[in-house]
């Protein structure tokens, strides 16, 4: 199960769950809920350790380019050198060489080129992943606030000094402290 269809369950399950009576709150199943919790924490790693491989792929093949290209113009320049000794073909070596050199430079380049747009296509659908699940998560927000704000008449808000933003580190749950 990807993380999404996983924030899409727990929504149904807060947004369809049973309100306790004279109170802004629900009941919901907590097995359900931390299963699903369990789910999404152990799928949003995996998302990003894709995307640092993805990065080490694109910076692996950009050094191997490079490797292959300062290779090249080595190996043309060695080339270039020993047809200079001769002194029949010295101008046939000097086109031969500029030639392997501008051969070299196209592919590295044409590998540096393949590489960012590699790197660019993963990072592009992580992003879109994570949009999502931030969408998700602020639908989620709306209903409860939705419901909360239905229920304030009956209901008092807390008194709460926090705008949403996170303030401190998030504290990993485990579930054997639920239990």
């Not at 306790?20 to 199943?29: G, H, N, T, Y």
């Not at 989620?140 to 008194?159: C, S």
């Amino acid at each position: 199960m990807s993380y999404i269809e996983a924030l899409e369950q727990l929504e149904a399950m807060i947004r369809d769950a049973r309100s306790v009576p004279l109170s802004a709150s629900a009941v919901i199943p907590r097995g359900d809920a931390m299963k699903l919790l369990e789910e999404i924490r152990a799928t949003l790693p995996r998302e990003t350790e894709q995307a640092r491989e993805i990065l080490e792929e694109r910076e692996r093949l950009l050094s191997e380019g490079h490797e292959r290209a300062a290779h090249i113009v080595r190996e043309a320049r060695e080339e270039r050198a020993r047809l200079l000794s001769q002194t029949d073909v010295v101008q046939a070596a000097d086109q031969a060489a500029k030639r392997i050199v501008e051969e070299a430079q196209a592919r590295a380049d044409h590998l540096a080129m393949q590489a960012d747009d590699y790197a660019d296509a993963k990072l592009a659908n992580l992003e879109i992943l994570l949009n999502k699940l931030l969408r998700s998560a602020g639908k989620g927000r709306e209903q409860l606030r939705r419901r909360l704000d239905a229920a304030q008449p009956e209901v008092a808000p807390l008194d709460l000094e926090d705008s949403g933003e996170i303030s401190g580190p998030i504290t990993p749950i485990n579930p054997d402290d639920y239990q």
